[in-house]
C-alpha cells in the first residue's frame, strides 16, 4: 500500500544520520517491545506478512511520529484485537477482563533459542518453470494497492534488466490478507538510476530491487 514506511525518493524527510555504534536497544522497554512480539507471533494466528500490513496501515501521522519499536506495539495491539486475544477496552485499562481466544501455541523461555535459530523460511517449490531469464529486459507494472505489496512506489512503471531469478518464495501480496502462501519466482532487477529517478540522477549508479513475478512483464 501506499503508506507512510514507503518513502523511497521523498522530499522533506531529512538527511540519513546513522547512529556510530548504534546499540542494539536504546531503552529497557524496546527489548520487552521485541519479545512481545516473537511470544504473540508464536501464536500462529498471524503471518509476517500480515504483521507488516498492521505496521504500515497505521495512521501516516502516527507511523512518522513513532520509534521503531513504538510501530511495532502499535501494530501488535491491532493484530491481537483482530484476532479476538484482547479487547480495546482491555488494552486501554491495562489489564485483563474476560478469557480471550486460546493460542494456538506458547513459546516458553526453554524454546526461544530453537526457534530463534531455525527462523521462518519463505521459500516454497513451484511446478512452473520461471517466466522471466537472466539478461531479459522487463517493466514492472504499474499499480497502487490499498491492499499490502512489496513493490516499492519508486520502482513501478520502470524498465530494467533481470539480473537473478532468487528461487520461488511465498507472496507476501496475497499472504498478507489470508489469500494463502501462492508462492511465485522472485527475480532480482537492476535499473539505471536515471530510469528511477529521471533528470539529475548520477548515470554511474544503479538501484536493484527483488520482485516477484507478478510485478514484472516483458519488456
Known amino acids: 500500500m501506499n503508506g507512510a514506511q514507503d518513502l523511497g525518493g521523498q522530499h522533506g524527510m ?23 512480539t516473537l511470544s504473540c507471533g508464536a501464536f500462529g494466528a498471524w503471518t509476517i506478512d500480515e504483521s507488516r500490513h498492521a505496521r504500515e496501515s497505521l495512521p501516516p501521522a502516527t507511523y512518522l511520529a513513532a520509534s521503531y519499536y513504538e ?17 480495546a477496552t482491555e488494552l486501554a485499562e491495562g489489564r485483563m477482563l474476560e478469557k480471550g481466544r486460546a493460542p494456538k501455541r506458547i513459546l516458553t523461555a526453554d524454546m ?73 519466482f522472485v527475480y532480482t532487477v537492476v535499473f539505471d538510476a536515471v530510469e528511477i529517478w529521471g533528470e539529475g540522477a548520477d548515470p554511474s549508479l544503479t538501484v536493484s530491487i527483488d520482485a516477484w513475478e507478478s510485478y514484472l512483464e516483458r519488456a
Open 71 to 87: 510501530i511495532w506495539i502499535r501494530a501488535l495491539e491491532t493484530l491481537l484485537k483482530r484476532h479476538g486475544f484482547v479487547s
Open 112 to 184: 526461544v533459542p530453537g526457534v530463534l535459530a531455525k527462523g521462518g523460511p519463505c521459500d516454497r517449490r513451484v511446478a512452473e518453470a520461471p517466466v522471466f531469464a537472466v539478461g531479459q529486459r522487463v517493466r514492472t507494472r504499474n499499480f497502487n494497492p490499498e491492499t499490502h505489496t512489496r513493490l516499492p512506489r519508486y520502482a513501478r512503471a520502470k524498465t530494467g534488466i533481470v539480473e537473478a531469478v532468487q528461487g520461488s518464495f511465498v507472496f507476501p501480496d496475497d499472504n498478507a490478507h489470508g489469500k494463502g502462501e501462492n508462492p511465485q
Open 14 to 36: 531529512g538527511p540519513i544520520a546513522p547512529e556510530k555504534d548504534e546499540p542494539y536497544f536504546h531503552a529497557e522497554w524496546e527489548k520487552r517491545a521485541l519479545g512481545l
